[in-house]
């Protein structure tokens, strides 16, 4: 397994030619700052729920996971919740702690999933760990309360996304969670899903 960091919206990479955030709608008015904002991300430091909002890049180390959704479903990726909570100690230079920033990648019968904490670009990896990275982007973020079903969530953010002109850039999910988080039980999490006008 390569330790390079996973990237997205790399310079001149072909698969993202036409990318630009800066060309989102004006009519947007629910965009938060013209500029991404540089502060790492934080569990329950969100803006309002639908709102877009750009955020500076990030780099992150923690465990990765692949398979399916179908397995997904079935609690295959708990296991690694657990693990990466109990290890979070052994990360030098972790930017807040307290949240745990998971990243996904969807492909085609699956996804790749990471369960991290951010830190800074001269961190190093913990053994058995993997490094992540997102650049800037514009975010369609929604709040998932305790109550919430997640899928209703999601099928809500696709409904905003198509009102508003927006396509969900590459499949890319960021989803923020306590540190004590536990995914048996009802939990609240940040929802940011990186989006560019159709």
Not at 35 to 54: I, N, T, W
Request: some cysteine; charged content about 25%.
């Amino acid at each position: 397994m390569s330790s390079e960091a996973e990237k997205v919206h790399q310079p001149g990479d072909s698969e993202t030619e036409g990318y630009r955030p800066d060309r989102l709608p004006r009519m947007l008015h629910v965009l938060r700052q013209t500029q991404p904002e540089e502060a790492p991300f934080r569990f329950g430091g969100g803006a309002a729920s639908g709102a877009v909002v750009s955020h500076g890049g990030f780099r992150a180390v923690g465990l990765r996971w692949e398979g399916s959704f179908a397995e997904a479903g079935q609690g295959a990726i708990r296991p690694l919740q657990a693990r990466m909570i109990a290890r979070i100690g052994e990360v030098i230079g972790a930017i807040e702690p307290d949240t745990l920033v998971c990243v996904s990648f969807t492909h085609e019968g699956g996804f790749v999933h990471y369960i991290a904490v951010q830190v800074g670009e001269d961190a190093p990896v913990p053994e058995g760990m993997h490094p992540v990275a997102l650049e800037a982007a514009n975010y369609l973020y929604l709040r998932k309360k305790e109550t919430d079903d997640v899928d209703d969530v999601y099928t809500r953010a696709f409904t905003i996304m198509g009102e508003r002109g927006l396509g969900h850039d590459r499949g890319i999910h960021v989803e923020l969670h306590s540190s004590d988080w536990q995914a048996d039980r009802p939990y609240a999490m940040d929802i940011y899903l990186p989006v560019v006008p159709l």
